[in-house]
Structures are given as structure tokens and as C-alpha cells.
């Protein structure tokens, strides 16, 4: 029998766009499956239409529901990590499936995915190629953000080379490095990935099994302001855990140095000369070079 995939929703205020994203997981080819929404606190339609479609769900007969187990949770406002956490504490299975509110999966996801991992039994984090799609049309994502497999440390400290929504990992990777840290108000998923990439390869299927939505208004990219400041912290984070080789070590380093001589530089010109100097000394704190900046 093939293993139970948790797939796992987090949701706040998304009316507009929840229906498309489970209905790509309902729709998934693969069994057993079960589906955990967690709803973080919304305010708008979406707990109504929620309610509605496990009800529509609780309806259908075996044969057309697919025994897909769908289960909401909800909780009051506290973020997509804690969302994501409370998902991935309830869950059921062995393998984990993120997906975002605004994205959606192909009907072959995760029999492809699931398929690969289990022929893979050493492989422990998985993702598959995506469709980038900005404002209703579809875009081309430059070639550095073109998904790669193998060790993704040095990758993953220039940008999030996981995309949650691609994403499958076997559950004991949770338990070794731990949840998603829910401190992080944006940035969560590069802190996560760091984590995981210093400790493991990543699989990969090349091909576009999910449709990933971007450019709305909602998006965190457009509602969190310098998510630059949350990747540094990220980095230094990862830098006083103690998980690193020597090798990667110096990458985290010259990565830190790299973003924070970039946002000091930001920091100057919008008159932030405080902000710039913290930004400066946590890179000599974690073992970096002294940075000079144009306006010093």
C-alpha cells in the first residue's frame, strides 16, 4: 500500500482564490491523501466557503470524493509559519506536501513526486518544476530561479531555491531540524530551506507540475517591507547554529556579506544611518569582513 501524503493549506483572508487551490489537491491522481486547511484567522469569506466545500465533500459518495480525508483547522491570526506548523503537527502521513492558498497543483503531482521519493528511500526533500503565472498571464522565471537538484546550500542562501508549493518532504525531516520558525512576519521558507539544504540533497522531477500565481496585491513580497533584513537574519541564524561544515560556513559568510553591504547601502540613502551600522556589525559578529560602504 502506498503511503498517506499529508497535503497542507495554510489560508488568510484568500476568498478570492482557496477554491482553485483545493480543488487541484482534490483533484490529485494519487491515493491515500488526506488535506488539512489551516485557516489563520480570516476574516473575509473565506471560513464560509470553506465550510461549504467540506460539506460538498462530506456529500459525495466514496466513489466521488475519491476517500480523500479533508480536515479544517483554524486558529487566530498568527502567520503562515504557525499556520504551516499547526498543519504539519496533525498531520497523519509520512510524506508532507505544502501548498500555498494561491497556487495549484496538477492532477500528476504528487503520484510523480510521491513515486520519486519512495524509489529514492535516501532522498529526503523533494520538489518539482513549476509555471509562473503574474497577473492572470504566464511569464518566463529568469534562469537563475530555474529549479536544480542536488546540494542547494550556496543556491539557497542567494534566493528561496524551494518553492514551498513544489515541495515534498519525508515528515522525519521536521523532527530533525524542526518546524518553521514563527518569528519570521516574511522570509520563512528561505530560513527553512537553509536548514534543510546544509543538510541534505535535493530531488528533483524537471517538469512543471504546478502553476505557481504571483504579482497580487496580497502577496507578502508587496505587504512586508525589507524582506532583505529577514534573509540576513536568516543567514545569521544559520551561521550560530553550529550545523555547518567549514566549507559551507564561508559561503554563509560571503553570502551575508554580499546582502548586507547591498541593504546598509539602502539604509543610507533613505536616512537610516542606525540601521545601516546594526546591519554592518552582525556581519563582523558572525566573522565576516569589515564593510565600507559609499558613505563612509
Known amino acids: 500500500m502506498l503511503p498517506l501524503v499529508s497535503a497542507i493549506i495554510p489560508v488568510h483572508n484568500r476568498a478570492w482564490c482557496i477554491r482553485r487551490s ?57 502567520g503562515v509559519s504557525a499556520a504551516r506548523n499547526l498543519g504539519i503537527r496533525d498531520a497523519r502521513g509520512p510524506l508532507i506536501a505544502l501548498l500555498d492558498s494561491d497556487d495549484e497543483w496538477l492532477p500528476q503531482k504528487t503520484s510523480r513526486q510521491a513515486a520519486d521519493l519512495l524509489a529514492r528511500p535516501e532522498m529526503r526533500v523533494h520538489q518539482t518544476g513549476e509555471t509562473w503565472v503574474r497577473r492572470g498571464r504566464r511569464v518566463n522565471p529568469p534562469q537563475r530561479l530555474r529549479k536544480k537538484a542536488g546540494d542547494l546550500f550556496e543556491q539557497s542562501l542567494d534566493h528561496c531555491a524551494i518553492s514551498p508549493s513544489a515541495a515534498m518532504l519525508r515528515r522525519e525531516v521536521f523532527d530533525e531540524v524542526g518546524l518553521f520558525d514563527e518569528t519570521y512576519p516574511a522570509c520563512e521558507d528561505y530560513e527553512m530551506w537553509l536548514r534543510i539544504t546544509c543538510r541534505h540533497e535535493v530531488g528533483l522531477l524537471d517538469e512543471a507540475l504546478i502553476v505557481k500565481h504571483g504579482g497580487h496585491e496580497d502577496q507578502l513580497s508587496f505587504t512586508v517591507e525589507a524582506l532583505d533584513r529577514h534573509r540576513i537574519r536568516a543567514i545569521a541564524k544559520t551561521l550560530d547554529s553550529g550545523m555547518l561544515s567549514a566549507a559551507q560556513r564561508e559561503m554563509a559568510v560571503r553570502a551575508l556579506e554580499t546582502k548586507c553591504r547591498i541593504y546598509a547601502q539602502g539604509c543610507r540613502k533613505r536616512g537610516r544611518a542606525q540601521e545601516a551600522e546594526e546591519v554592518l556589525d552582525l556581519v563582523k559578529r558572525c566573522g565576516g569582513k569589515k564593510i565600507v560602504t559609499p558613505h563612509e
Do not use: F
Open 22 to 78: 483545493i480543488e487541484s489537491v482534490l483533484g490529485q491522481d494519487y491515493r491515500p491523501l488526506e488535506l488539512i486547511i489551516v485557516d489563520d484567522g480570516s476574516t473575509d469569506d473565506t471560513p464560509r466557503l470553506l465550510d461549504e466545500i467540506s460539506r460538498d465533500l462530506s456529500s459525495r459518495s466514496e466513489s466521488k470524493s475519491g476517500g480523500i480525508a479533508l480536515r479544517i483547522l483554524r486558529q487566530d491570526n498568527r
